[in-house]
């Protein structure tokens, strides 16, 4: 039985050491769909369809993280690794927006209040907000990393 504990202990080690945190909408895949997504052909409107998803998935992760500095730090990140594909984004849409029909607005928020990932900004932006509003700077750089999304229509 000793041996066995001999060789269970390097695997530990060996394990605890490749583990990365950084999964979920940190993950280096989700870093290159949303990369990819910015910089490809389709339209400005699926593409921030795909940038609300993943700002849904960082909000639900951010939430469950039980101290306020920590899931700050969690937004902070993604906003940091993905702030080149967010601000293209971010500024095709506001492009869109100002072109856009009054039908074509209708159809759009029609297609993101179907998605299965609205219910979850409408719920957590304003309650994450809550939980950080005791501390005025994390506000302000939450309020800032939203309005990116904001739609101004």
Not at 9 to 19: D, Q, R
Not at 41 to 68: F, N
């Amino acid at each position: 039985m000793r041996p066995m504990y001999r060789l269970l202990i390097p695997l530990c080690l060996l394990a605890a050491a490749c583990y990365s945190p950084r999964g979920g909408a940190l993950s280096p895949e989700a870093r290159g769909e949303l990369y990819a997504v910015a910089h490809s052909s389709l339209e400005t409107e699926k593409k921030y369809l795909r940038l609300a998803e993943k700002t849904a998935q960082l909000l639900q992760e951010a939430y469950s993280i039980p101290r306020e500095d920590s899931a700050m730090a969690h937004i902070r990140r993604f906003y940091f690794d993905n702030e080149t594909a967010i601000e293209k984004i971010s500024r095709e849409f506001d492009g869109w927006q100002r072109y856009a029909s009054s039908e074509e607005v209708a159809d759009f928020l029609g297609a993101l209040l179907n998605q299965p990932y609205s219910r979850t900004l409408r719920d957590l932006t304003p309650a994450f907000r809550q939980r950080v509003s005791y501390y005025e700077p994390w506000v302000q750089e939450f309020d800032a990393f939203m309005r990116k999304l904001s739609f101004r229509h």
